[in-house]
């Protein structure tokens, strides 16, 4: 078996009454697609901030390979190759498109304590930034603020951004939402190139796109993981069906 | 355009000590020294607040620091510029660091009321000091010497020393803002989560933005009580912080130049319509009400040089 590169164990929040994540154990191998799902209010984006590092877990471990990062902040876990996209597109809108990826560079680049040099014409930041919105097909919108994108390209830029950083270990928060058809087909063909590089664990409700990318599913309602198998054992799962994908449909 | 309308006042500024001592009239050589001044304490507060979304009201606290550290010294006999203004700005900056450590935890109007609340303990703490002054402040009976190097005693000397420091502040700033520190600063202002995402610990570099800003308003303390020869608690009094604040948003904060415009703006405007009335603050305010509601890029924003920052879609 291929090494865990990010393990969850039991991890729980409460939020006042509601326990949004109720002992999670969740993880993901090297070279892995893992996608959760689950209806509305199932605790996937408390989740996946507690996996980033944006709030932290009242009960239970996070370990990023073997490192234990339960305590760690999310610049602290970025920086130890752990990327992330945002259900709400969010980008820096009256940067352009190429600053938007620069700054992501930078983020890398050691610390950021340099007052002199402009770091708008700065190759090692501009240049890795440029091959990375060339590879997402924005080459073209280099030069234009990210508030006049297209919401498709937004969500582009929202990745190019996370990929920027070289993370090991991807977390995607519905890398999909508010897409038409052919954009989101575009965008399921370039995450399966991604998997080469990074480990991807996304929250989906395009269930073709999930379908289609993910190795493993795990599906969640109530803050409760109830299944975690392949898209087949998924698919055949008589709970999972009952809870969330319906009796209907095969997906 | 915002390159031109700064070039202009900057010749416009550089020619006042000819113009005061053709005309005789050294009044307009202190007023413009003034506005320099408090330029460069707007200008260090447009690094926190314009480019770094940390509206800081609580400025006057580094004017009045800096001010009392010259101030302080010289009643003590030291009168070296050499030691006075290095630690003028120095404690400055301590000051910004150890405050910057606790306000910068809170954002908003939160952050708004704890700067507010520093530079209270300053003004009261100042008010209390009896044997500088107290409530009547403290008179500074040499300005700085440098030895041989500069006599500030001389009008258009100190006019011009305050020009070139200016200058300084306003290339330091606008290196700053561009560089990787500044796209950093820039950034958290935009959308701090996401820098924290990308693996950015923002906390450290607004720190950092916060003593520059400190050290630099505490520059133009330094230099105030030298041009005024005095120092009292008048400046750290909130309404103090409160008109830096306006020179920045009067000025615009869209781009490096905007406070210098909106200092010499609110400070020229206020000298002119107080001679005209004394209720001045009756067209001041109006005027600023005007421009907040259809320039919110400032003086800055109406010359078209740049879009305003804060506006955008």
Known sequence: MSEILLRAEGITKRYGGILACDGVNIELRAGETHAVIGPNGAGKTTLLAQLGGEITPDVGRIHLGERDVTGLRAPERAALGLGRSFQITSVFREFTALQNVALAVQAHDGHSFRFWRKARTDAALVEPARAMLDRLGLAGRAAVPAALLSHGEQRQLELAMALATKPRVLLLDEPMAGMGASDSERMTRLLTTLKRESALLLVEHDMDAVFALADRITVMTYGRVIATGTPAEIRANQTVRDAYLGTDEAA | ?313
């Open chain 2, 1 to 313: 355009m915002e390159r031109v309308a700064t070039f202009f006042v900057l010749v416009a500024l550089a020619a006042v000590p000819v113009l005061t001592a053709i005309f005789d009239a050294p009044f307009y050589l202190d007023l413009f020294g003034r506005v320099m001044i408090y330029a460069i304490a707007a200008l260090s507060l447009n690094l926190v607040m314009g480019y770094g979304g940390m509206v800081s009201f609580g400025h006057a606290a580094f004017l009045g620091l800096g001010g009392y550290a010259v101030g302080i010294l010289a009643k003590e006999g030291i009168d070296s510029g050499f030691v006075q203004w290095p630690l003028a700005v120095g404690s400055c900056a301590l000051f910004a660091f150890l405050t910057g450590l606790v306000v910068l935890r809170t954002s908003g109007a939160y952050f708004i009321m704890i700067t507010l609340a520093f530079a209270q303990m300053l003004f009261f703490l100042f008010t209390s000091l009896a044997e500088y002054g107290g409530d009547d402040g403290l008179t500074i009976w040499t300005r700085s010497e440098f030895s041989g190097l500069i006599d500030l005693n001389d009008g258009a000397s100190f006019y011009y020393l305050v020009f070139v420091l200016l200058l300084l502040c306003l290339g330091i700033s606008a290196r700053l803002v561009d560089s990787r520190f500044g796209m950093v600063l820039r950034g958290a202002k935009a959308n701090e989560r996401r820098m924290r995402a990308i693996g950015f610990p923002t906390f450290r570099y607004k720190l950092a933005a916060y003593t520059i800003s400190g050290a630099m308003c505490g520059l133009a303390g330094a230099l105030l009580a030298n041009q005024a020869e005095f120092v009292g608690p008048s400046v750290l009094h909130w309404s103090r912080s409160g008109e830096i604040l306006v020179m920045v948003v009067l000025g615009g904060m869209g781009g490096v130049a905007g406070p210098v415009l909106g200092a010499a703006a609110y400070l020229l405007l206020s000298y002119f319509l107080a001679d005209l009335t004394k209720h001045w603050a009756i067209i001041m305010g109006p005027l600023l009400i005007l421009v907040v509601l259809y320039a919110r890029g400032g003086l800055l924003g109406l010359l078209g040089g740049r879009r305003a920052k804060a506006d955008s879609p």
